[in-house]
């Protein structure tokens, strides 16, 4: 009978250990400050394997002693660990207080209490600088050839190449006055017409009058 009463004793005691390692207990339960893109959040993970329920609680405090209250989830544990994430905006190096009340086994505040990061999640965007002027800067200038591309036709090549002409509206002269162009006779053609009409008319009559006076010879 002594032998049975020690180890009912032993398995009772065992069996309370084991339920109370199983119990929801506050070392269950850890906080953190993080960010979910630009903004803030408080995440609780809980780790109470038996997996009881527990409403978590956040609260900022201030100074003097004024908390303001910001979020409250409900989260079941697990070995690998429950989370959720009370949605805050939280500034740097600010102090909040965790709560964890799960029924009558745990109403107590995580431990220490949870102070933010010294940097917050959204940062000020930097100054925008001003595009770059679109404006080509100028180049600089080439200096000119020493010699320039073209060659410089000689001087006998200049002296027999004939001067370019020049086109002319005015109509072409005929190819006989073109001689008498030349030599000048067109402007003193009257003169010589002249001149030979009075040649032809003092020919005529000395002809006429040696004939008269051979005529005369003969009949005398």
């Excluded at 906080?31 to 809980?46: H, N, P, Q, R, Y």
Aim: aromatic share 2%; with cysteine; charged share 15%.
């Amino acid at each position: 009978m002594r032998i049975l009463g020690v180890a009912s004793a032993s398995a009772a005691v065992v069996l309370g250990l084991s339920s109370s390692a199983l119990a929801c207990n506050i070392r269950d339960f850890k906080a953190e400050a993080k960010c979910d893109g630009d903004k803030g959040v408080i995440v609780v993970t809980d780790t109470d394997a038996s997996g009881t329920s527990a409403i978590v609680s956040v609260f900022l405090k201030g100074t003097g002693g004024v908390e303001n209250k910001v979020g409250q989830q409900e989260v079941k544990g697990s070995a690998e660990g429950t989370a959720v994430s009370i949605q805050e905006d939280w500034k740097p190096n600010a102090t909040y207080r965790v709560h964890v009340k799960a029924g009558h086994i745990v109403d107590e505040d995580v431990q220490p209490d949870l102070v933010t990061a010294s940097t917050a999640c959204k940062t000020d965007s930097p100054t925008p600088t001003p595009p770059a002027s679109s404006t080509p800067k100028p180049s600089p200038s080439k200096s000119a050839p020493a010699q320039s591309a073209t060659p410089t036709p000689s001087a006998s090549e200049s002296s027999s190449a004939p001067a370019g002409t020049v086109p002319s509206n005015a109509p072409s002269p005929a190819a006989g006055d073109s001689n008498l162009a030349e030599t000048g006779a067109s402007s003193n053609t009257g003169l010589i017409a002249g001149i030979a009409g009075a040649l032809v008319v003092v020919g005529g009559g000395a002809v006429f009058f040696g004939m008269r006076r051979r005529g005369a010879r003969d009949n005398g």
